[in-house]
Nanobody, 115 residues
């Protein structure tokens, strides 16, 4: 089994920045393709960003130009740098497979953006 642990969330004012981390452990040698998802209150979980094994990145239109996904293969850690945050970015953020979930969901990390 693979365990995913997200961290780095918090409360930030609109326009601020946060950097999320996701550490993968367990039955996985090395992560090389992962994604970020988020779930806002009362809404379904949605895909946010992905990075492939070749290093290609892709973003939802709502975060393009503001968020950057990256991966440290040696540390089995996925990152999401979030800049110019908006109140509508408020959600619980999760990591998992690049475009569809491949593992059990972690507990997520709460991001709250105040206006």
């Amino acid at each position: 089994q693979v365990q995913l642990v997200e961290s780095g969330g918090g409360l930030v004012q609109a326009g601020g920045s946060l950097r999320l981390s996701c550490v993968a452990s367990g039955s996985i040698f090395r992560i090389n393709a992962m994604g970020w998802y988020r779930q806002a209150p009362g809404k379904q979980r949605e895909w946010v960003a992905a990075i492939t094994s070749g290093g290609s990145t892709n973003y939802a239109d709502s975060v393009k130009g503001r968020f950057t996904i990256s991966i440290d293969n040696a540390k089995n850690t996925l990152y999401l740098q979030m800049n110019s945050l908006k109140p509508e970015d408020t959600a619980v953020y999760y990591c998992n497979g690049p475009y569809t979930p491949s593992y059990s969901w972690g507990q997520g990390t709460q991001v709250t953006v105040s206006s």
